[in-house]
């Protein structure tokens, strides 16, 4: 079974400029997580998403969006780029979320990674 | 609010020498409890979690983690560290409590295995 898969793998982008992000999850799976790891910050997160319904959102500011798609596929967007936007974002995917699939059924399997460098 | 902490931002370990690698966590309501590993320029891989049951957990790669609920602490373990282990650990908190059920990760603990 494919695992996680997020494009662009890199990405190099200037101050002011919008990105999007994508991530397919593990097929069957239908809930999608976001995370942004940078070295001093470790793993935030950012929002989770089922059934196109977004569940979860940490505490970002409104730069940062993402939508999912009906066939669980998602995407995140970073309007307005900073320099403090540079960062790994990372992708994971579970069956479904807490209490909706059943124990366990919320295991996140991660993607390898989206890095961004914003100059 | 719910946190996670792992207290020990490196552990050195001799290979073939017993291995821990430290979380406490804080939470409102029953947690899950997951660790983590990350080799460089790659995602986090699922090496096991807790939800219920049986306090000893067992894992992927040889590894075992405890809950305690007293001392609010799931420590992930290796009898033998095997220098390929060299990586970066987190573990991860959901709080089934809190409504949001979003998912906590600790700062990470770099892990060296010496040869």
């Known amino acids: 079974k494919a695992g996680v898969t997020q494009t662009p793998r890199y990405l190099i982008k200037t101050r002011g400029q919008q990105v999007t992000l994508s991530c397919s999850p593990i097929?069957?799976?239908?809930?999608v997580s976001w995370y942004q790891q940078t070295p001093g910050q470790g793993l935030q997160f950012l929002f989770e998403?089922?059934?196109?319904?977004?569940?979860n959102k940490g505490n970002f500011p409104g730069r940062f969006s993402g939508r999912q798609f009906s066939n669980s596929r998602s995407e995140m967007n970073v309007s307005t780029l900073e320099l403090g936007d540079s960062a790994l974002y990372l992708c994971?995917?579970?069956?479904?979320?807490?209490?909706?699939?059943?124990?366990?059924?919320?295991?996140?399997?991660f993607g390898p990674g989206t890095r961004l460098t914003v100059l | 609010a719910q946190s996670v902490a792992q207290p020990e931002d490196q552990v050195n370990v001799a290979e073939g020498n017993p291995l821990t690698v430290k979380c406490t966590y804080s939470?409102?309501?029953?947690?899950?409890l997951f660790w983590y590993v990350q080799y460089p320029n790659r995602g986090l891989q699922f090496l096991l979690k807790?939800?219920?049951?049986?306090?000893l957990v067992k894992g992927s790669y040889g590894f075992e983690a405890e809950f305690n609920k007293s001392q609010t602490s799931f420590h992930l373990k290796k009898p033998s560290a095997l220098v390929s282990d060299s990586a970066l650990y987190f573990c991860?908190?959901?709080?089934?409590?809190?409504?949001?059920?979003?998912?906590?990760f600790g700062t990470g603990t770099r892990l060296k295995v010496l040869a």
């Open positions: 994971a995917s579970s069956l479904a979320p807490p209490l909706a699939g059943g124990l366990g059924a919320d295991t996140q399997y």
């Open positions: 097929s069957g799976h239908r809930s």
């Open positions: 998403y089922f059934s196109e319904t977004q569940r």
């Open positions: 939470v409102s309501g029953n947690p899950y």
């Open positions: 807790y939800i219920t049951g049986d306090n």
């Open positions: 991860a908190v959901r709080d089934l409590g809190s409504g949001t059920y979003k998912y906590i």
